[in-house]
């Protein structure tokens, strides 16, 4: 049943201060324990000046993504969740609405301030239904310190070919440690694919082109366009310094933030950690992913990340839904924007944006065609998902466990065990993929609802 609840003398009489009962109190869930003070010191104050009869607490999981995502479903099922949820795209959450565990909000008007891709990821697959309010994108790419490119005359890289003088030049001249990036633990695995492989790949693939292609069949994982990104990776990995792999994703950052390290590959979502971490002691700029040459269309990954749903079985939906009108309003894109450097907004709004690594990173949009996540909509729908496999090859390509080749082959040979466009026999609708059962640490994203359509009817045939 779609939700639209009548607020308008809830609102009324706070808008008039006229607190007539106790405050209502409401909590959110979220893995983004690094954002506590900006949701304790901007935004929960900002809505509760609106909102004095709603108070309103941040609760994230200090343990981090991967035990949000274990432990959420499991306090949704024994009514421990707080009432509104914050949730990643496609399957995750998709998978929690099927369960009953989030509310439908087709109906709420403020999802008028959002574009059909921006609500897509949190939709069912045939658009029907809307759970989520959307709240933000993530954009990856090079973060660089100026001081080293300036001591040796580097530019900004814009080809394949620019990207490897400058790493060159850095080696040479010894002062700094070209690229910090980690090859040690599961976590550099996971960032090596998501801010490497799937960071640099669509200027291979040529964004959705090559995405959709391989969806349809006409492309495989074992095609030029699909493993010359892993190779670019093997070739990294000998300018990460003498004990590059042996560090771990977090000693990679910290090596960056130290000023060892002149480049670090970077998700927009961790511009808020480096730019406190560094502390000004030198100024930073970042640059897309090169283009493989001179005159190619830029494509950059562009990857919708966070919505906030309500819990279905939270006894203050009449607040809940105050506080998502108000996620969906120009006030809360401009605050989160300007409090959280990278994640950039969803909605339709102008947002003036005071961070210039921000802006900076939001301005490829204007020159560069976006792409989502390779694998993220119904090529995860398998155990392993392919973007876990996608990890995996990482860790096995950048450490010389594999090759690049050898690691491409292995990922196309199990997509071929499950997934029908890849497959030479076509299997009955019985054994077609559902969204996983399992609550990964995978975050998932979708390419239209019209495109998601055809795809499952294509797989019903």
């Known amino acids: 049943m779609k939700l639209f609840i009548a607020i308008a003398a809830l609102t009324a009489s706070a808008a008039n ?32 000046a609106k909102h004095p009869n709603i108070k309103v607490t941040f609760v994230p999981n200090l343990d981090g993504s991967a035990a949000y995502y274990a432990e959420l479903p499991k306090q949704l099922a024994n009514g421990t969740a707080c009432d509104l949820i914050t949730a990643r795209p496609f399957d995750t959450s998709l998978e929690l609405f099927n369960k009953g565990c989030l509310e439908d909000v087709t109906d709420m008007p403020v999802l008028d301030n959002f574009s059909a891709t921006a609500k897509t990821a949190w939709q069912t697959d045939d658009g029907a239904i809307t759970y989520a309010v959307p709240m933000a994108s993530v954009i990856t790419g090079f973060i660089y310190n100026k001081d080293a490119f300036d001591a040796l005359a580097i530019e900004t890289p814009e080809t394949q070919d620019d990207f490897y003088a400058a790493l060159d030049k850095l080696k040479e001249d010894g002062t700094f440690i070209p690229l910090a990036m980690g090859g040690a633990g599961d976590f550099a695995h996971a960032y090596g694919s998501e801010k490497g492989f799937m960071s640099i790949g669509p200027n291979y693939w040529k964004g959705e082109e090559g995405r959709l292609a391989l969806l349809d069949g006409s492309e495989k994982l074992t095609d030029e366009q699909w493993v010359d990104p892993w190779r670019q990776l093997l070739k990294w990995a000998s300018y990460t310094g003498d004990n590059g792999m042996s560090l771990t994703q977090e000693e990679s950052m910290e090596l960056f933030m130290s000023g060892a390290a002149a480049v670090y590959p970077v998700g927009s979502w961790e511009l808020h950690d480096l730019e406190e971490g560094v502390n000004g002691t030198f100024p930073m700029g970042v640059f897309k992913p090169p283009v493989p040459a001179e005159g190619n269309q830029c494509y950059i990954q562009d990857h919708i990340d966070m919505a906030m749903a309500m819990n279905a079985a939270s006894p203050h939906k009449e607040a809940a839904q105050t506080f998502l009108d108000w996620v969906g309003s120009e006030e809360f894109s401009t605050l989160y924007a300007n409090e959280l450097p990278g994640f950039f907004p969803l909605s339709t709004f102008k947002v003036s944006v005071d961070d210039k690594l921000q802006n900076d990173m939001i301005s490829w949009r204007e020159d560069c065609e976006s792409s989502i996540r390779p694998f993220f909509q119904f090529l995860d729908r398998h155990d392993p998902t392919t973007t876990a496999q996608s990890f995996t090859a990482c860790g096995e390509v950048i450490n010389g466990v594999k090759s690049p080749e050898e690691a491409a082959a292995e990922m196309q040979a199990v997509l071929e065990t499950w997934y029908e466009p890849q497959m030479a026999t076509k299997p009955s609708p019985s054994t077609m993929p559902s969204p996983s059962s ?4 995978v975050a998932f994203k979708s390419f239209g609802t019209t495109f998601a359509a055809a795809i499952l009817a294509a797989l019903l045939e």
């Open 17 to 48: 201060g006229q607190a007539t009962d106790a405050p209502t109190a409401i909590c959110i869930e979220s893995w983004r324990y690094q954002d506590q003070a900006s949701w304790d010191s901007t935004l929960i104050p900002a809505f509760e």
């Open 438 to 441: 399992a609550f990964t640490a």
